[in-house]
Nanobody, 121 residues
Framework: QVQLVESGGGLVQPGGSLRLSCAAS????????MGWYRQIPGKPRELVAT????????YYAESVKGRFTISRDNGKNMVYLQMNSLKPEDTAVYYC??????????????WGQGTQVTVSS
């Protein structure tokens, strides 16, 4: 069992920055790729960024490239999303996601509760 808890969201001005954190607990040894998603009410969750177990970012949404950076610290069981040059369209609930490997080729995803990011003047 893996639990994810996001933090770091809040209200920021356009052009500002936020750093989101995701703390993993439980069977963290079973975590493989991790990612950040975001969701606007009434819309499906959008993949923002993913990072491999070894710490290599392997996906960024085109809308965030050059502005957001995903990173992870396996020793601390943490994943981060540094968000710079924020725009109003970045306003969303941001969710942390982890791919969990069961050991026999089976996988599943687990999610955090989400943290609200609001970019507004």
């Amino acid at each position: 069992q893996v639990q994810l808890v996001e933090s770091g969201g809040g209200l920021v001005q356009p052009g500002g920055s936020l750093r989101l954190s995701c703390a993993a607990s439980g069977s963290t040894f079973s975590i493989n790729v991790m990612g950040w998603y975001r969701q606007i009410p009434g819309k499906p969750r959008e993949l923002v960024a993913t990072i491999t177990r070894s710490g290599n970012a392997n996906y960024y949404a085109e809308s965030v490239k050059g502005r957001f950076t995903i990173s992870r610290d396996n020793g601390k069981n943490m994943v981060y999303l540094q968000m710079n040059s924020l725009k109003p369209e970045d306003t969303a609930v941001y969710y942390c996601n982890a791919e969990i490997i069961k050991g026999m080729g089976s996988k599943y995803d687990t999610w955090g509760q989400g943290t609200q990011v609001t970019v507004s003047s």
